[in-house]
């Protein structure tokens, strides 16, 4: 049964139960702003034009892989109220990464449950290392030094991921990402645009 979310609603995992999203692979990524407020800046002429919150943003999308080494990033772009990026996680083959898989480190002291698939133990230890605390260091590095500057930034308490499953797919997101300023007075997303 899905626990309900916020205690308004059920709501299930959309993450694939069968998969360790700490395991190597391309991701697309897109993190939307709370209530999607245009906090990055503005689409000029099909080019995006930073505020302060979207340098901000953009800043430390870069510096990711810095502080988690195993990640490489592809293409990516900040939005006027998202970022829509490729995150690959390329983890060595060393004993030690071997041994984190089957020993996920766990936030908090939790005791066992019984819970047998990858999804059903990923809703009680979220792990390090994965999608999630990568999306989630990200979010709250920008949302600490945004509000800084405009006490009113917030994301959306959610991401959206994909897990790349092969070149052709990469090829087409990668497309997807460099033309997306391009196309966002038809974005779904720009509040003042055209609706699809």
């Given at each position: 049964m899905a626990e309900k979310y916020k205690n308004k609603y059920r709501i299930k995992s959309t993450r694939l139960q069968y998969w360790d999203y700490g395991w190597n692979g391309a991701y697309f990524i897109t993190i939307c702003t709370k209530d999607n407020e245009c906090s990055f800046g503005a689409i000029e002429n099909g080019d995006m034009k930073f505020s302060e919150i979207g340098r901000i943003a953009?800043?430390?999308?870069?510096?990711?892989?810095?502080?988690?080494?195993?990640?490489?990033?592809?293409?990516?772009?900040?939005?006027?109220?998202h970022v829509h990026g490729i995150i690959i996680i390329n983890k060595d083959n060393s004993d030690e990464t071997k041994e984190t898989r089957q020993n996920v480190e766990t936030r908090?002291?939790?005791?066992?449950?019984?819970?047998?698939?990858?999804?059903?133990?990923?809703?009680?230890?979220?792990?390090?290392?994965?999608?999630s605390s990568i999306i989630g260091s990200y979010?709250?590095?920008?949302?600490?030094?945004?509000?800084?500057?405009?006490?009113?930034?917030?994301?959306?308490?959610?991401?959206?991921?994909?897990?790349?499953?092969?070149?052709?797919?990469?090829?087409?997101?990668?497309?997807y990402i460099l033309n997306n300023p391009i196309k966002w007075e038809n974005n779904r997303n720009n509040k003042d645009g055209l609706w699809i």
């Open positions: 953009n800043t430390y999308w870069t510096e990711i892989p810095n502080h988690f080494p195993f990640v490489q990033l592809d293409e990516y772009v900040i939005m006027p109220n908090q002291c939790l005791v066992s449950t019984g819970l047998t698939s990858i999804g059903q133990k990923r809703y009680r230890n979220p792990g390090k290392n994965n999608i979010k709250s590095i920008v949302t600490k030094h945004a509000n800084q500057t405009n006490k009113n930034f917030n994301w959306q308490p959610r991401f959206y991921d994909r897990i790349i499953r092969n070149n052709r797919e990469f090829l087409k997101i990668q497309e």
